[in-house]
């Protein structure tokens, strides 16, 4: 019985047809031009005889795109939309996106059974390549889409030796610049917030506070380390944590203005000042930072510039002229009245 007789055929039955993997026929179906000449033509073949999907396959075959690129943020709608960071990135890919004419598809992935059924929508060839925002480090999906033989480009990266594409900012100079700061105040007992450490951005922020201590000359204390989880309520969490350990810190560090805005509800019930008593330093500058009492001194990171920048990336990729596959754009201290 021939595979059109006994069903729709499916991507394995082309690879074993071929000869190849599973993610190298959806490379080729793909048009991505990592490829072998001979590898693509066995392909063809494979999907000619076995009349694998031939409305989609035979159009990509042919080179035509669908001109459409996924932005997959994994974070539930209440903090997509209270976080200006992910505001201000979806602003910088969706103006790229649209000087270049391509439509953008912004897809929430918060559970498993979303993810799995994000990859059955890429695996349909309905998108020429996705961007991923917010990716923790034991997250599967950068990988797999790899494997579908989509280009795929980061906001960020799961650990130093990063293998999928990115767009960073310097994280660990955030945090020294922040720390040196502090110390040129006359703080000495600098506290942190970080992120949730299961994200590189976090280990590197907390990095960058480390390393400003010890240029600074002073012992760390990991007392004064506590975690958050890059909302408001966390930096509220960590700031009580805080307090209760070391009711004496002068300063803290937080690994961004939401959570740093949350420290400062916590230290004016406790009827600590901002910045006499305690100093505040957050990350992003960000409309959170400005609208602060007092404003908030912030490192500012490009999170527009990232945004477009990614996207450019992307869509060098899809049209198999890659670039730089690592992009760390630098970050500035924006000092107001909170130290």
């Known amino acids: 019985m021939s595979a059109r007789q006994s069903g729709r055929p499916t991507l394995e039955q082309v690879a074993a047809r ?34 694998y999907v031939p409305n989609q396959a035979a159009r990509a075959l042919a080179g035509s795109r669908t001109d459409a690129i996924a932005l997959v943020i994994p974070e539930a709608e209440a903090r997509l939309f209270a976080e200006p960071y992910f505001l201000d990135l979806i602003r910088g890919v969706s103006a790229e996106l649209a000087e270049a004419d391509k439509q953008l598809l912004l897809t929430l992935v918060r559970s498993e059974q979303e993810r799995q059924r994000f990859e059955q929508y890429l695996a349909a060839q309905r998108v020429d390549g996705v961007l991923l925002a917010s990716v923790h480090g034991d997250d599967p999906l950068p990988d797999r889409i790899r494997e579908l033989g989509l280009p795929v480009v980061m906001n960020g990266r799961r650990t130093e030796a990063e293998p999928v594409p990115y767009v960073d900012s310097d994280n660990i100079g ?109 990350v992003d500058d960000s409309p959170v930072a400005r609208l602060m009492d007092p404003p908030l001194t912030s490192v500012r990171q490009p999170i527009e510039e990232m945004g477009r920048t990614m996207a450019r990336m992307l869509l060098q990729a899809v049209a198999g002229t890659p670039d730089d596959p690592r992009r760390v754009l630098p970050t500035e201290l924006v000092v107001r009245g909170s130290c």
């Open 18 to 51: 071929a000869g190849v993997g599973r993610g190298t026929v959806s490379r080729v179906i793909n048009g991505s031009p990592r490829v072998s000449e001979q590898t693509r033509t066995a392909v063809a073949r494979a999907v000619a005889e076995l009349g």
């Open 174 to 282: 955030a945090g020294r610049a922040a720390v040196a700061h502090l110390v040129g105040r006359g703080r000495n007992r600098i506290a942190t917030v970080t992120g949730p450490l299961d994200m590189y951005v976090a280990r590197a922020r907390l990095g960058g506070y480390r390393a400003g201590l010890t240029e600074a000359g002073l012992p760390p204390d990991e007392g004064l380390v506590a975690a958050g989880d890059f909302t408001e309520e966390g930096g509220r969490s960590a700031m009580r944590e805080l307090l209760d350990r070391r009711p004496d810190l002068d300063a803290v560090f937080a690994a961004s203005d939401v959570m740093a805005a949350g420290a400062r509800s916590v230290l004016r019930e406790a009827g600590r000042r901002v910045p006499e008593d305690v100093a505040l330093v957050g």
